[in-house]
Structure formats: C-alpha cells, structure tokens
C-alpha cells in the first residue's frame, strides 16, 4: 500500500475476526514503530507484544475505553523509558505503528495509557520497571468491521498566515 493512501484510510477498528495475526507481521509491525523519529535519537522505547487470551482479558478488563482488547488478536504495549519527550517519541511509535498495521491489512486501535489511573498497573502486569511510561496499548486484529467516521474537512483544519 502506498503511503499516503495507507495514511488517509486507516480507521480506528475495535472488532477483529478470531483468528491470530502471525507473528513475522506483528514483528514487522513493530520495526515501523521503532524506526519512528525520537527526540535526540534517545529511542527511549520499549514495545511488549501481549498475545495470551488471559493477559489481553485482563488489559481490557483494567482500561476505561478499551474492553475490545480481550477480542484483539494481540496488543502492542508502547513503553517509554521516563525521558524529557517520551509521550512524544512515544507517540510517533505509536503512530507507525497504526499505519504500519493498516499496511499489512490488520486493524488496530490506539488506546490511551498515559495520564491513566490504570497505567502503572499495567506497566507492572506487563513485567516491566516502574521507571517505563505507558504511552499506549495498541490492539491488533485481522478487522471484523469497516468503519467511516466522519473527518473534517482540510479547510476546517488549515491556516494560512
């Protein structure tokens, strides 16, 4: 798939057909996230892949928006080392991520972690130093739905000076 296009058509998906997403695919999919851009290169991340039904269960189960988890056929947790820019060099990951999974045909979602009163509890579910941020927890799954929100228009966005 073409990058722009890849960027202009990938959509939030939170319902996944049940069947595993292989692993050589999600490995490729998280070489995009690290290959983002980072503050000073510091690359101050850490990506844990959760593909047991227990462990997704109780992600979901620890989350507010993000119960659909439990059905993904993985879950990408980005972490981030507590640096001066981590939610940014973390989100650029995430970012890469999404549009990584798109490219493949997996849809995903961006869940929120940081600034979440459940994201130290999973950065310790996960088996990782309280010093890692959370910054996201991307769910991945072969999509069981096509959505269309609507976007704003590029002249609703847009300022010229």
Not at 103 to 125: F, N, Q, T
Request: hydrophobic content about 40%; proline content about 6%.
């Amino acid at each position: 798939m073409e990058a722009i296009e890849c960027m202009k058509t990938r959509r939030s998906i939170r319902r996944y057909e049940d069947r595993p997403v292989p692993k050589n695919i999600i490995e490729d999919i998280v070489d995009c996230g690290r290959l983002a851009a980072s503050a000073i290169n510091i690359q101050p991340w850490k990506f844990v892949v959760v593909q047991d039904r227990e462990t997704l269960k109780r992600i979901a189960d620890a989350t507010d928006y993000g119960k659909f988890i439990a059905q993904a056929g993985a879950c990408i947790a980005v972490l981030c080392e507590d640096v001066k820019y981590y939610l940014e060099d973390g989100s650029a990951a995430t970012q890469n991520i999404l549009n990584a999974a798109h490219a493949h045909g997996i849809g995903a979602c961006w869940v929120a972690g940081d600034k979440k009163p459940y994201a130290a509890r999973i950065v310790e579910m996960l088996g990782m130093p309280p010093t890692y941020k959370l910054v996201s927890l991307v769910s991945l799954g072969y999509p069981a739905e096509k959505p269309s929100p609507s976007k704003k228009t590029l002249s609703e966005v847009i300022v010229w000076k």
